[in-house]
Each structure stands twice: as structure tokens, then as C-alpha cells.
């Protein structure tokens, strides 16, 4: 590989490196810095594999190619990255890229980018994003344009296709999508868009932040709401609290609950005007959402309390919200239901994230938090529910991990769930950090079919 003093101008030259300084760039070149140089017909990434590292390209060009027969998808040159899914999810390469003629590239990995500098990295992932959302437009347009052709009849495309010309039965004009952070703009600035949090619920947080709050001060704020006295009440008197006696009053089925498990009923029940709603999108029916949200709050609170973690309330309330980006989201998946399509039906392995960060730029725990920090809940609570889909980017956050395993666990063991690819991937990190025996695992399951049979089945047929 050529010296730095070489590589040095190269770097100046790619607009990819503008935003950073000339010390910056000197750091990038320096006699450790990953640059290799790649011979014609070499390849640089396999599919299938499992590692991990970015490629920047400085010289030549690469060929991304798909299968045994190596379809060009793709040609990038000088200046454009790749690689940066598997960098940045931890998922197996889905493309081969193999260099046209001879290439330079900077290979980042997970060890090297963690030893830059906090700033440089911050950089590195601004034009990570931009290149994403480049992409994005460019398959949005890619899109347009087919959906023009085929709209006014095309015979270029049709012939591609193998199709006859037949008339158009649509004359409505294309759908251009944006993504990204344009479209993450655009949710933040149409403030009608984010829910309020329920007035119930919001009172109940604002209570329990005091410790002296009692059961009958929490009683008070329901007694003026009959379905919710009565939810209450059918739950108190439900196999799974099993109360001797009959519960015939809130007061008595405040006194028996205690301040946190009525916090909690409270807001799980507030929260179903929230949660509840079908979303078409996601393919959700009507409580759906909710009876999932209720199981996980319920199995990270078990888990919370089985790990000895001192906010038991902040993993329910986190299990709670974790997926109420959706909410939020649905219309967007909505309108792009071709590409969500497409995109399970020729990658049957996906999660309902992937698709969402690679067709809409960002998944819906990035959303999520967002929605968790314009209801002033605590910032804990709105970090966890970030991370819980890749809670090792958290670090060791506990919570993150916490509302991960509950998510993961509650969806194994089909509780709640369901909807547009319904799965998950366990994060092994979680299990290490959150050290946890199969028994405890299994029981808080359990608990949390139960607690969402009580609630729910209660409510539901009342």
C-alpha cells in the first residue's frame, strides 16, 4: 500500500472527506490507517458473510453483484461507500462487491473506527446517513420513473418486462417517497402528527415521581371514570391476582394492588386509546399492539425486578412504548405497501426494522424515543426504547437490554405480536449482561400471558 504522504491526496480530492479538517484527514492517512489496494476480479466483500467492515472507495471501481451468477446490481466508484449495513446492524453481507479494475479503498472496522476520535466518527456517520438517503431517493425515483412508463404505456418497459401494451388504467401521477432525515423532519414539524400522551397516564407519571404518592391519592384520579373502575375492578378479581374474596370497590382494590401495580394498571389501561388502534400498515388489528405492548411491559418488569434493577416502573413503562412508533409511522408504511411487499417477499428473512430502515431511512424505536422525549418522560426511558432492537449500541444501558429480552422473549413465546414480520433477532450481548436462568425466563413469560389475559380479556368483554 502506498505511503500517507501518497494516499494524502487522494483523500483531498473526495468530496466524501469535505466536511473534515486537515488534521482530520492526516489522522485518516496515517501509517495504521486499513487502506488496501484490490487487484481486477478480486473480490472485497462475499455474500452471505458475516463481517462487519465499511469500504470507502478512493480509486477505480466496484462491481455489486447478487448470486452464483454474478448479476451486476450496481457500479460504484470513487468517493461512494459501501458495506455499511453490515457495519452498522450487524447483519450478513447481501451482495458480493468485486473490483472492475484496480481499487484503493479505506476498509473501516468496528475495532479501528472505535480507536478515531469521538469527531471524526460523528463525521463518518453524518455521511454515512447521506449516502443512505442518496440511495433511498435514487430508488424512489428509479421507481417513479417505472411507474410513469408503465402508467402511459411504455413499450420499452414493457418489452422489458415481456409484457404486452395495453392501456393505462391508472393516470394518477406517480408516488415520489422521501426518507431519511427529510422525512423524519417532516413527522418532528407536523406536531397534529405525535399523539398526546392520555391525561390519565400523564397524571399517573407525574405522581409516582413522588414517593409518598399512596394508592388511594392514585384511586382519586379514576373514580370519576366508570370504565375504568370497573377494568379495574374485573382485573382485581381475575385468576391472575387471585385477591381472597370479592374486590367490590376501587379503594379496596387500591389498598390490596399497592402504588406501583396500580401505576401501572392505570396506565396500561390509559394507554389502549393510544395502543389499541388497528394499523393497516403494519398489518395490526384492533388491540393487537396493545395486548403486545402489555406483555412486554409486563416481562421486563418480571425481569427488572429478577435482576434486582431499583426501577422496576421505568421497564414497564419502557415495555409499554417500545413499539409506539408505529403509531406514528403507519401511514408512511401504508403508502410505500408495494416496496414493504417486495421487500419480504424477496427477503423473506427480514424484520419488520429492516425493512423500515431500508426503505424509510430509520426504524420506529428511533421515532419511539422521539415520541417518549416530547412526553417529558424520563430520558432513560426514551434511550432504552431507542436501543432495544440493537441494544448493544447502547453500551451497557440495562434498560436497553431489559426491553430487548422482554420483546425477544415475549414474541418466542407468542404472546401478544403479529402483524407485517413479526420477529426478531436476540442480541447474545443482552444475555450476558442480563444474566438471566431459562426458569426465570420461562416464568416471566408465563406471568405476562396471564397479566395480559386478566387485563385485556377483562377489558375486551366488558
Same mark, same amino acid.
Not at 504522504?5 to 466536511?19: A, D, K, T, Y
Not at 386509546?273 to 388491540?287: C, P, T
Not at 408505529?326 to 428473512?349: G, N, S
Not at 416530547?374 to 434498560?399: E, M, T, V, Y
Given at each position: ?30 501509517? !495504521?490507517?486499513?487502506?488496501? @489496494?484490490?487487484?481486477? *476480479?478480486?473480490? =472485497? %466483500? #462475499?455474500?452471505?458473510? &458475516?463481517?462487519? /467492515? ?116 391508472? !393516470?394518477?401521477?406517480?408516488? @415520489?417517497?422521501?426518507? *431519511?432525515?427529510? =422525512? %423524519? #423532519?417532516?413527522?418532528? &414539524?407536523?406536531? /397534529? ?116 434493577? !431499583? ?7 419502557? *415495555? ?143
Amino acid at each position: 500500500m502506498g505511503t500517507p504522504v501518497e494516499i494524502l491526496p487522494i483523500v483531498n480530492r473526495l468530496g466524501f472527506f469535505n466536511s473534515f479538517t486537515a488534521e482530520e484527514k492526516r489522522q485518516m492517512v496515517s501509517d !495504521d490507517a486499513h487502506f488496501r @489496494v484490490y487487484h481486477p *476480479g478480486e473480490m =472485497l %466483500i #462475499r455474500q452471505g458473510r &458475516s463481517d462487519q /467492515s465499511l469500504f470507502i472507495i478512493l480509486t477505480g471501481t466496484v462491481n455489486i453483484t447478487e448470486g452464483a451468477g454474478g448479476t451486476i446490481l450496481a457500479v460504484l466508484k470513487a468517493g461512494d461507500i459501501f458495506g455499511e449495513m453490515a457495519f452498522l446492524t450487524d447483519t450478513r453481507r447481501t451482495a458480493n462487491v468485486v473490483a472492475r479494475e484496480s481499487v484503493i479503498a479505506l476498509k473501516l472496522d468496528r475495532v479501528l473506527f472505535e480507536q478515531l476520535s469521538p469527531e471524526i466518527r460523528e463525521k463518518f456517520k453524518d455521511k454515512i446517513i447521506e449516502k443512505m438517503v442518496a440511495r433511498l431517493d435514487a430508488a424512489n425515483k428509479e421507481m417513479a420513473r417505472l411507474n410513469a412508463a408503465m402508467n402511459t404505456g411504455s413499450p420499452e418497459l414493457f418489452k422489458s418486462m415481456g409484457t404486452s401494451v395495453g392501456p393505462s388504467v391508472n !393516470d394518477s401521477p406517480a408516488p @415520489v417517497f422521501i426518507s *431519511g432525515r427529510e =422525512l %423524519i #423532519r417532516k413527522i418532528i &414539524s407536523n406536531t /397534529s402528527s405525535l399523539p398526546a400522551m392520555p391525561e390519565v397516564m400523564l397524571k399517573v407519571q407525574q405522581m409516582i415521581k413522588h414517593p409518598g404518592t399512596s394508592p388511594a391519592q392514585l384511586s382519586k384520579i379514576i373514580e370519576i371514570d366508570p370504565a375504568m373502575v370497573t377494568g379495574i375492578l374485573k382485573v382485581a378479581n381475575s385468576a391472575y391476582y387471585g385477591f381472597r374474596g370479592k374486590v367490590a370497590t376501587i379503594q379496596h382494590a387500591s389498598a390490596l394492588f399497592g402504588t406501583r401495580r396500580l401505576a401501572e394498571l392505570i396506565t396500561a389501561m390509559s394507554a389502549g386509546g393510544v395502543l389499541g388502534k388497528a394499523m393497516d400498515g403494519y398489518g395490526l388489528n384492533a388491540g393487537d399492539m396493545w395486548r403486545h405492548s402489555i406483555a412486554v411491559a409486563c416481562t421486563a418488569g418480571e425481569i427488572a425486578a429478577a435482576i434486582g434493577s !431499583d426501577a422496576p416502573d421505568s421497564a414497564y413503562m419502557a *415495555g409499554l412504548l417500545h413499539d409506539v412508533g408505529k403509531i406514528i409511522l403507519d401511514p408512511y408504511v401504508r403508502e410505500r405497501k408495494v416496496l414493504f411487499d417486495h421487500y419480504f417477499a424477496t427477503q423473506p428473512e427480514k424484520t419488520v426494522q429492516d425493512a423500515e430502515r431500508d426503505i424509510l431511512g430509520f426504524d420506529h424505536a428511533v421515532i419511539a424515543a422521539i415520541l417518549c422525549e416530547n412526553w417529558s418522560l424520563p430520558r432513560s426511558i426514551s434511550f432504552g426504547i431507542r436501543h432495544h432492537h440493537q441494544p448493544s449500541s447502547a453500551g451497557d444501558h440495562q434498560l436497553s437490554h431489559i426491553v430487548h429480552l422482554a420483546d425477544y422473549f415475549t414474541i418466542q413465546a407468542g404472546v401478544g405480536g403479529g402483524g407485517m414480520a413479526s420477529c426478531q433477532e436476540l442480541d447474545e450481548n443482552s444475555r450476558s449482561l442480563v444474566a438471566l436462568t431459562p426458569d426465570t425466563l420461562d416464568a416471566a413469560t408465563a406471568k405476562a400471558r396471564q397479566y395480559v389475559e386478566s387485563l385485556t380479556g377483562s377489558l375486551l368483554s366488558s
